[in-house]
């Protein structure tokens, strides 16, 4: 079974409506990060927490919220969607280290009509 | 300007031949330097790590890191058509600070090595 997973893998949603996209993980890390990844651009930190009562803004979270439900859950939600948060978006985890490798889920690819 | 620049590409090889792959940043707090692998479909995967300067070999990957050119590099040798992937640059300025714990990520290369 994967470490890291992300529900739904894909999505096509409409303008304006309220949408969560969930990540799971066994790994047993305590911090989580949600990304998106848009051509060219890279992949963009959107939200990050490194424990349940720690969350913090990443560089792009204008337009997102989230929760951390437990160590091993982190939803990432739209509350009003629009057509340029068609993105793919990733979950990541690790452990802390000043490595900071970080562990990747299968991503969820979101389109906004 | 972004902190991490990496050519997008896309780059295309014959397999066999020897692939390099760059990245500039202008953060000097970097101290931590990766290569993740994206291949199509996929979330990243770490493929190699470097801790400040210096070179690390891992079969046919080595990783260079030149910290007083702010610059990093990937070479592929003997290239292989399973190593057709996205290739992202990644760093980190470890331990301290308000960007502990956090990567900054180059736009990736598009590889494809064609038989």
């Known amino acids: 079974d994967a470490d890291v997973t992300q529900t739904p893998r894909n999505r096509i949603t409409k303008t304006g409506k309220r949408i969560m996209l969930e990540c799971s993980q066994t790994k047993g890390h305590d911090r989580m990060y949600w990304y998106r990844q848009d051509p060219g651009l890279g992949l963009q930190l959107i939200y990050y927490s490194f424990d349940v009562k720690d969350i913090n803004k990443g560089e792009i979270s204008d337009g997102y919220s989230v929760s951390r439900q437990a160590q091993a859950k982190f939803s990432l939600s739209l509350e009003s969607a629009i057509p340029n948060q068609t993105a793919l978006y990733f979950c990541?985890?690790?452990?802390?280290?000043?490595?900071?490798?970080?562990?990747f889920g299968p991503g969820t690819r979101l389109l906004v009509l | 300007q972004k902190e991490v620049e990496q050519d997008p590409g896309p780059l295309s090889v014959p397999e066999g031949a020897i692939v390099s792959l760059n990245c500039t940043y202008s953060?000097?707090?970097?101290?931590?330097f990766m290569w993740y692998r994206q291949y199509s479909r996929k979330g990243p995967e770490l493929l190699m790590y470097?801790?400040?300067?210096g070179n690390k070999e891992d079969g046919r990957f080595t990783a260079q890191v030149d910290k007083s050119s702010k610059y990093i590099s990937l070479f592929i040798r003997d290239s292989q058509p399973s190593d057709s992937a996205t290739y992202l640059c990644a760093m980190s300025a470890g331990a301290g600070g308000t960007s502990y714990g956090k990567l900054t990520f180059g736009q990736g290369t598009i590889l494809t090595v064609h038989p």
């Open positions: 470097t801790y400040s300067s």
């Open positions: 953060n000097s707090a970097f101290q931590y």
């Open positions: 990541a985890t690790s452990t802390g280290t000043n490595q900071e490798t970080q562990y």
